[in-house]
């Protein structure tokens, strides 16, 4: 495909994500959660332009939308290409679905060329998390991991994963169905950064080496509540400047270990009154790493230290596992054939590590997985600002077009 041929599908691939960002929950805003209202518009739009790929269009009983582009022959292997369609709320346009909306792109790019594999590509139905307090349902469908537990949490509102399912017209008793054929090739994630170091480093492009494993913990520290006038400063336990002092001490120790990322992003305390000394205070804890020997040693060292910060404040400290998440290191071979297309497509890249969570690391112990950033501008993401650059989208492109022939020349 020429430059100018590559310029004008990269185009029309931005253009359709911000098409698929107005799909929302709410007006003026991009909030899209697992099979709401407006995934139905998603799946329409979707549906259109899969066919006009060539691709046969299908929604799997976890709400995946799934188009198959055939392979040479009819038992030819699988290459999946996905990734999300559920937003953040007040998300921007592009993370998930720009992944989708070149897939789409690079299977119409083809023209007809039939492959030594098929190519499927998929538009899970959720990643975020975000109705069900769960990610990754759309992926552990394709990965065959979504099991009853998980059909039965329960959103706000009382209603269960599997209610979601069927009130969507679909059957979560064949969830199942969804599962990949053991014999699949690989799988293809396309990506923007969702950080700054690209934009930074002023890199179009960058290939994952591995995503980052992660540590979710809440900690208590529990004091005294008392009149915030009358109790000296000497004689007070105060459950929240303890959680500040640790919380200080958690930015000092995770800048001082390379690649460790550790955030204190919620606190809630009790009583939640300006003359009154906190008596209870949870924050969280959220340590990643790619490394999950160095994850696991931070963590436990930020325990011990809030631990002794607890005790030397007359405080009580308890703590509650949320998630340990091991790292997923990428596949060897399938990430040398993606840094293969890329260098030879000429677009400036770096290596990275992913540190936020993505589908691919769902559909690792499966097949073999690969992922491909797209620079974020301003490293923004999760947010209204979120952008691209269209020469970077082609860019994209054009090194998956690459890969796409260069696996199909391993294969014949």
Do not use: K
Not at 185 to 198: D, F
Not at 328 to 338: E, K, N, R
């Amino acid at each position: 495909m020429g430059t100018a041929a590559t310029a004008t599908v990269a185009a029309e691939a931005v253009r359709r994500c911000h098409a698929l960002a107005a799909c929302s929950e709410e007006p003026g805003a991009t909030t899209r959660t697992f099979l709401s209202a407006p995934m139905r518009d998603v799946h329409a739009h979707v549906t259109q332009w899969m066919t006009a790929a060539g691709m046969t269009v299908a929604v799997d009983h976890a709400g995946n939308i799934r188009g198959l582009y055939p392979g040479a022959s009819p038992a030819a292997p699988r290459l999946f290409i996905g990734s999300h369609l559920d937003t953040v709320p007040h998300a921007g346009a592009f993370d998930g679905v720009l992944g989708v909306m070149l897939g789409i792109a690079l299977v119409g790019s083809l023209d007809g060329r039939r492959m030594p594999f098929a190519i499927e590509v998929v538009g899970f139905s959720e990643e975020e998390g975000v109705r069900f307090r769960t990610p990754f349902i759309g992926s552990r469908a394709l990965a065959g991991s979504l099991d009853d537990e998980l059909l039965s949490r329960r959103d706000a509102n009382g209603h269960t994963v599997a209610d979601a399912i069927r009130a969507f017209g679909l059957n979560p008793s064949r969830v199942g169905e969804a599962t990949a054929d053991p014999g699949a090739l690989a799988y293809l994630e396309l990506h923007i950064e969702q950080g700054p170091v690209l934009d930074r480093r002023s890199l179009p492009l960058g290939i994952v080496d591995a995503i980052a494993g992660q540590s979710r913990l809440t900690l208590t520290f529990s004091g005294a509540t008392n009149h915030a006038g009358t109790t000296p400063m000497a004689m007070r336990r105060d459950a929240l400047a303890g959680a500040a002092e640790w919380i200080t001490a958690v930015e000092s120790a995770a800048t001082a270990i390379e690649g460790l990322a550790a955030t204190v992003g919620h606190i809630e305390t009790t009583p939640n009154v300006g003359n009154m000394i906190v008596g209870r205070c949870d924050v969280s804890l959220d340590v990643r790493h790619r490394e999950d020997q160095v994850r696991v040693r931070a963590y436990d060292d930020l325990l011990r230290r809030a631990g002794e910060i607890a005790a030397r404040r007359g405080l009580v400290l308890a703590y509650q596992h949320h998630l340990d998440q091991r790292a997923t290191p990428m596949d060897a071979a399938l990430t040398t054939l993606l840094t293969r297309a890329v260098a030879s497509s000429g677009a400036p890249f770096a290596h990275l590590t992913s540190g936020a969570g993505h589908d691919a690391m769902i559909l690792a112990p499966r097949m073999p997985v690969a992922m491909l950033f797209v620079r974020s501008p301003g490293g923004i993401s999760h947010h209204p600002d979120e952008a691209v650059a269209e020469a970077d989208v082609a860019a994209a492109l054009n090194a998956g077009l690459r890969f796409v022939d260069l696996l199909a020349a391993e294969r014949r």
